[in-house]
């Protein structure tokens, strides 16, 4: 409530997902549903966990073309993270700094966006102009490479799934 309370935050989560289902996207925050701690590295879905039981919440999807090699960078970069899940931890305090505009950054933290953003401009997919620990949702918004495919509520999304892009 309170990130969402900032001005500027329409939106307060971000995740990567590498299909059109959505039913596997990459993220920081709670790894459980009814607990905001622990927080870390996730895996969810708009089917299941908290985003299962979001039908209301506001939503936006926004597409990226890239090539083949990013592409296969942006998974390996992934897949490393997975590998290692257990050293990732949420970085409440890179958040709380972002809200400020003091860049944070500390190794196997992340908040959302931030994450993100380290990922799109790890692999080269994209850069922001600004460091990773000072991305916030809403920046997303305003990616001149993306193309947004969906604004609408969780539940609506659900739904009608974007399929074929």
């Known amino acids: 409530k309170a990130i969402h309370a900032a001005?500027?935050?329409?939106y307060t989560h971000s995740a990567l997902s590498l299909d059109d289902?959505?039913?596997r996207l990459y993220s920081f925050g709670r790894k459980y549903k009814?607990?905001?701690?622990p927080a870390g590295f996730v895996q969810e879905s708009v089917n299941?966990?908290?985003l299962g039981d979001s039908d209301d919440v506001e939503c936006a999807v926004y597409e990226l073309k890239i090539s083949n090699r990013k592409y296969?960078?942006?998974?390996k970069i992934l897949d490393e993270m997975e590998a290692e899940v257990e050293l990732y931890q949420?970085?409440?305090?890179g958040l709380i700094l972002c809200l400020f505009g003091v860049e944070n950054?500390?190794?196997?933290?992340?908040?959302?966006?931030?994450?993100?953003?380290y990922v799109l401009m790890k692999s080269g997919v994209m850069e922001f102009g600004k460091a990773p620990s000072l991305i916030r949702p809403a920046d997303f918004q305003t990616m001149p490479e993306a193309n947004q495919i969906f604004c609408g509520k969780v539940g609506q999304l659900r739904q009608q799934?974007?399929?074929n892009r």
């Open 7 to 10: 001005p500027g935050n329409q």
């Open 34 to 37: 009814y607990s905001y701690l």
């Open 72 to 75: 296969k960078k942006l998974c």
């Open 48 to 50: 299941t966990g908290l």
């Open 105 to 117: 950054q500390r190794r196997h933290h992340f908040f959302c966006s931030q994450f993100v953003s």
């Open 161 to 163: 799934p974007i399929h």
């Open 21 to 23: 289902s959505f039913t």
């Open 90 to 93: 949420y970085n409440i305090l």
